[in-house]
């Protein structure tokens, strides 16, 4: 029997504004064709995100009923139940994410709680205290991410991951996170498709939130300018390759390919 060839190379694609838009999760041009490709000639690839909104399930369903093909797909959700050692929370995030974790038996509005959970939102001055008060007192923080940048209706804002940095320099504690661009969520998305970290492409909106730090672990970095980064005179640090949108992308690969065929 012949052995099965193992892929030499894989992808991990962000979904919002790198898939979808944001606000009504419209697939941009080329994003649905570009997972029908990779399908098609066995390029294993895993849709991951960050989004703690949208119920696991509902997000799946969503993108298959757009036209979306694919095996594997992974959110913060999915690593979060793991990495906390009590039921005793205190929840600060979108009400999917305490519904999420009340269906697995956490408490999510304690007074004392023993960890804190921290999802991507527009914090007030008065949830900002209350998180640090927890923290001095000890209480260990789980964060969903550590993006820099909030969009909140087309606007900018300090992200979950700029928060933490900032509530770390207030306290002194420390902070656990469980989505991108966690070493515990990365692997477990590489485990997924079997492949090396510098066998991996990721492409995400995410400069500072995703690239940089997969670019460290050694994947190769696409930035697609629908999202958090607007225009390349915003870039300091370069990930490997920048496109306008995933469709040019997807374009360049098809004349890659194209060319491979002529050679």
């Known amino acids: 029997m012949e052995e099965k060839k193992k892929p030499e190379r894989g ?29 098609e000639k066995g390029i294993p690839f895993v849709l991951v995100t ?3 909104s949208i ?8 993108l298959r009923d757009e036209g979306f093909v694919f095996d594997h797909y992974l959110n913060p ?14 929840v ?16 999510v509005d304690s007074d004392h709680p023993e960890e804190l959970v921290l999802g991507s939102k527009l914090y007030t001055n008065e949830e900002l205290n209350e998180i640090i008060e927890h923290m001095f007192r000890g209480v260990r923080v789980v964060a969903t991410n550590q993006s ?36 515990h969520f990365f692997e477990r998305a590489r485990k997924m498709i079997g492949l090396p970290y510098d066998k991996i492409t990721i492409i ?12 460290k672990m050694g994947m190769h970095t696409v930035l697609v300018l629908t999202g958090k980064v607007k225009s390349e005179k915003e870039i300091i640090q370069p990930p490997d390759e920048i496109y ?20």
Request: no cysteine.
């Open 11 to 39: 992808y991990f694609i962000d979904i919002e504004r790198t898939l979808v838009d944001l606000k009504y999760y419209i697939p941009y041009p080329g994003a649905v064709e570009l997972t029908h490709y990779l399908k």
């Open 50 to 52: 960050n989004n703690t």
């Open 55 to 62: 119920p696991s399930n509902l997000l799946w369903e969503y």
């Open 77 to 90: 959700l999915m690593v979060l139940v793991e990495e906390l050692k009590s039921k005793n929370l205190k």
């Open 92 to 107: 600060y995030g979108h009400k999917t994410l305490k519904a999420f974790l009340r269906s697995k038996g956490f408490e």
């Open 148 to 183: 820099p940048i909030y969009i909140h209706e087309k606007k900018r804002y300090p992200g979950l991951g700029a928060i933490l940095r900032m509530l770390k320099y207030a306290t002194q504690r420390g902070y656990r996170v469980v989505g991108k661009p966690s070493i």
């Open 204 to 215: 995400s909106d995410d400069l500072q939130g995703d690239l940089l730090p997969a670019k």
């Open 244 to 263: 306008r949108e995933i469709g040019d992308y997807f374009e360049k690969l098809k004349r890659a390919e194209e060319g491979d065929r002529q050679n």
